[in-house]
C-alpha cells in the first residue's frame, strides 16, 4: 500500500494536532513601531514574549481592503445578518487574536496599518508596489531590531496577502517560511464576481444588476490582461489600470512564484469560508509541488472564527505553531529542544518493527504514546533509558496502514514524530 499523507483531513487532524501543541503563558511586550514605505509611514504593532533574546519573527500580510492592523471587522448590515446572523453585531479583530496567540507559543509578530487605512485621502500617485508591497519594507525594518532572530523571518497571507508573499520572498534571501491561510488561486476578479452574484443569490439581492456590475468587473481585467488599455482607461476602485497591469502579471501567477521560491510553505484552507472557498485549497494542492503540508480547518469563516462564536479559533494558531516546530523553527523562549534532540525512530515508513533511540539520556524516565489521527490511544508505555547508547525496539504488527505520531514525554518536554505505517 502506498500511504499518501495528505494533511488536508479535516477535523480529525486539528483535534490531534491540538492536542500535541503546547504553549507557554508569558507575558508580552507590544511596541508602537513606524517604518518607511515608498515616502509614506507605515504603523504597526510589534509584539514580542517577555524577555531577551532573538525571536523568530512573523509578519502578518493582510487580506484585501483598508485593513487595520488587527483586521477589524464590524459584523453590522445585511449581507452579515443573511451569510452570518449569529455574529451579527460583534466586533472581530482576528490579525490581533492571531497575533496575540502565536506569541503566547514564543514567536514575535509585527502586524500593520495598510497604507490606504492610514491615508484614505492622502496616499498620493498609487502603484503597485506601494499599495501591495509594504510588507518588503517591514522586513526591511525588522532586520534592524536586535530582537528578532533574523535567520528566522516568516511571512503570513491572509487572503489576498497569501497571493503576494512567494512574489516577495522570490526577491529575497531573508525569508525563512511561508504560511498561507484562506489564500485563493483563482484571480481576484473571478473570486470577487462569485462572490457578488453568490450574495445576490443567497440574501434576496438584484442578480440582474449584480450580474452586470460583474461582467464589467471581468471585461476590465480583461483589458488588462490584454495589454490593451491605455491612459485614458479609467482606475478601477480607485487604482489605475497601470497598477492592475502590475498586479494581475504577478497574482495570476500565484502557484508559479510558490513553487519557483521553493520555501516550506503551510497552506490553511477554512471549512466555512464564504470568500475563499475551500476548492481554492484543492487548486493549490493540484498544483503546488514545493510542500505537501494543505491542511484544511473545518467550520471556521474566512475572519478565522467559527460561524456561531466571534471567538478567534487557536486550531489555527496551533496549527502554525506545531507546523513551524516542525521546520525546526523554534520559538525563542522556549527549553524545549527538537524531538531529533530526544529521540529518532528508524524504518519510518515502517511494516512492523520500531526501534526508538534515545541518546545520552542514561537514567531519564520517559513515557511513549502512539495515537491515530482522531487522537485514539493505540500503544502507552513507561521505561527508563537505560544507557546513554538507548535503543529499543517496539513490535507495531498490530497496527493498522496510516499515519500515526508518537509522542515521547521526558524531562518534562514532550516531542512528537509522524510515523506511517506500511
Known amino acids: ?41 507605515v504603523l504597526g504593532t510589534f509584539t514580542k514574549p517577555n524577555g531577551t533574546g532573538r525571536f523568530p519573527t512573523i509578519i502578518i500580510n493582510s487580506g484585501s481592503g483598508a485593513n487595520d492592523r488587527n483586521g477589524t471587522i464590524a459584523m453590522e448590515g445585511g449581507n452579515v445578518a443573511c451569510l452570518y446572523p449569529d455574529l451579527l453585531g460583534d466586533t472581530l479583530r482576528p490579525y490581533k487574536d492571531l497575533s496575540d496567540a502565536l506569541v503566547d507559543s514564543g514567536y514575535a509578530v509585527l502586524r500593520y496599518d495598510k497604507l490606504e ?22 522586513i526591511n525594518y525588522i532586520k534592524t531590531r536586535t530582537d528578532v532572530d533574523t535567520s528566522n523571518i516568516i511571512l503570513i497571507g491572509h487572503s489576498e496577502g497569501s497571493s503576494l508573499i512567494p512574489y516577495i520572498a522570490k526577491g529575497r534571501s531573508d525569508v525563512k517560511a511561508l504560511i498561507s491561510i484562506a489564500g485563493p488561486r483563482t484571480p481576484l476578479d473571478s473570486i470577487l464576481a462569485y462572490q457578488l452574484n453568490s450574495i445576490a443569490q443567497l440574501c434576496g439581492g438584484d442578480t440582474a444588476q449584480t450580474q452586470a456590475q460583474t461582467d464589467q468587473i471581468l471585461n476590465y481585467f480583461t483589458i488588462i490582461r490584454n495589454g490593451t488599455w491605455n491612459a485614458s482607461t479609467p482606475a478601477l476602485f480607485g487604482i489605475p489600470a497601470s497598477a492592475w497591469e502590475e498586479y494581475v502579471n504577478v497574482v495570476d501567477s500565484v502557484s508559479i512564484h510558490y513553487n519557483t521560491v521553493n520555501l516550506p510553505t503551510l497552506f490553511l484552507g477554512l471549512g ?20 505537501n503540508d494543505f491542511w484544511s480547518i473545518p467550520d471556521l469563516i474566512h475572519y478565522m472564527t467559527p460561524i456561531n462564536n466571534p471567538q478567534f479559533s487557536e486550531t489555527i494558531s496551533d496549527t502554525i505553531v506545531y507546523w513551524l ?41 520517559y513515557t511513549l504514546i502512539v495515537r491515530s489521527m482522531i487522537g485514539e490511544e493505540f500503544y502507552k508505555s513507561s521505561d527508563i533509558v537505560e544507557s546513554n547508547g538507548y535503543v529499543k525496539t ?20 514532550r516531542n512528537v514524530k509522524k510515523l506511517i505505517k506500511k
Not at 487605512?117 to 517591514?138: C, D, Q, R
Not at 519510518?348 to 520500531?354: D, K, R
Request: glycine share 4%; aromatic share 16%.
Open 325 to 365: 516546530r516542525q521546520q525546526n523553527i523554534s520559538a525563542g523562549i522556549t527549553s524545549t529542544k527538537q524531538a531529533s534532540d530526544y529521540f529518532t525512530c528508524y524504518p519510518n515508513p515502517f511494516q512492523s518493527a520500531l526501534n526508538i533511540s534515545i541518546p545520552n539520556k542514561k537514567g531519564s524516565a
Open 272 to 291: 466555512l469560508d464564504f470568500n475563499v472557498p475551500p476548492s481554492e485549497l484543492t487548486r493549490f494542492e493540484n498544483e503546488i509541488t514545493c510542500t
Open 117 to 138: 487605512y492610514s491615508y484614505p485621502t492622502s496616499l498620493g500617485a498609487i502603484t503597485f508596489h506601494k499599495l501591495w508591497l509594504p510588507v518588503e519594507s517591514a
Open 1 to 41: 500500500m502506498t500511504f499518501s499523507y495528505n494533511q488536508r483531513l479535516g477535523s480529525i487532524c486539528f483535534l490531534l494536532l491540538f492536542l500535541f501543541t503546547w504553549k507557554f503563558s508569558n507575558a508580552q511586550q507590544s511596541f508602537e513601531i513606524t517604518f518607511n514605505h515608498d515616502g509614506k509611514n
Open 394 to 413: 517496539f513490535d507495531f504488527e498490530f497496527l493498522p496502514e496510516g499515519l500515526y505520531f508518537m509522542e515521547l514525554t521526558m524531562d518534562g518536554n
